[in-house]
């Protein structure tokens, strides 16, 4: 598990280098070179704009708009993910059983579970590296979003409802929103597992928190897009996971 987290924090990691994080400050415009600005960052600037002038310049419904659409294009990725997720937990009694039998620290026997893992694995037809495919593919088009809604100078000069886009938001209530529903889609994604992983049931607080810091010194166009994105991926995971949260809260109920 330590090692899964690990990986997926270097992919992000890496994939926020390639994607150009030093160019946050730049205007997207139509003349931005570059493949991560041509073919990413500025049609999903020029599809906010759009939307937007389609609701007389309202670039708030336009973010929640957008967001909504780019999260049911990714929707099958996530769905994937969600399902390897699940194949991976329901084998974990049994790779605790494998490592048990296999506890020795030396090399052959260390290369029999290992063995023994990947037997398993084909077994079931689950591939522990399937869950970091969706991952790879989805990271590109959300930081691209947010490069887009960072990058748009038109999105700064609009408010939307108390606060202005282009400000953080006086009141620190989308902040505040973005912790609480990061908090929500994360206890739902970890429902049943936090106490078989305790390095999960840590980022389950520490997301939150993060979320919060990060909020409340950015602009509040990009909190309105985290908390739309946690919004939709709270329903997702409740239609997809919804029998395993109903198990784990009963289970939570009687002990």
């Known amino acids: 598990m330590k090692r899964r987290i690990w990986l997926a924090f270097l992919l992000v990691a890496l994939l926020a280098f390639v994607s150009g994080c030093s160019q946050i400050n730049e205007p997207i415009t139509p003349e931005s070179k570059g493949f991560w600005n041509q073919y990413i960052v500025y049609p999903l600037s020029w599809l906010i704009t759009y939307v937007a002038n389609l609701f ?18 990714i929707l099958p990725l996530m769905i994937q993910q969600t399902k ?31 063995q023994e893992t990947m037997l398993l694995f084909q077994k079931h037809g689950v591939n522990p590296l399937a869950g970091c495919f969706p991952l790879l593919i989805q990271m590109p088009i959300l930081i691209g979003f947010y490069h887009a809604i960072m990058r748009t100078k038109e999105i700064a000069n609009h408010n939307f409802l108390w606060f202005d886009l282009g400000d953080k938001d006086p009141y620190y209530i989308l902040p505040l929103i973005a912790g609480v ?12 597992t936090e106490q078989q992983n305790p390095q999960m049931a840590m980022m389950l607080w520490m997301m939150p928190v993060m979320i ?28 997809i996971k919804g029998p395993d949260i109903k198990t784990a809260n009963s289970g939570g109920a009687k002990k």
């Open 84 to 114: 390897n997720s699940k194949a991976m937990q329901a084998l974990q009694p049994e790779l605790q059983k494998l490592r048990e039998k296999y506890s020795s620290k030396d090399m052959q026997t260390q290369q029999k579970l290992q």
């Open 212 to 239: 919060v810091i990060f909020a409340i010194n950015f602009p509040a166009a990009l909190s309105l897009y985290w908390v739309v994105g946690n919004i939709f991926m709270i329903i997702q995971t409740y239609f």
């Open 181 to 192: 529903t990061t908090f929500i889609q994360q206890k739902m994604i970890m429902a049943g």
């Open 56 to 73: 007389n310049d309202n670039y708030g419904l336009s973010i929640i708009i957008v967001t909504v659409l780019i999260r049911l294009v």
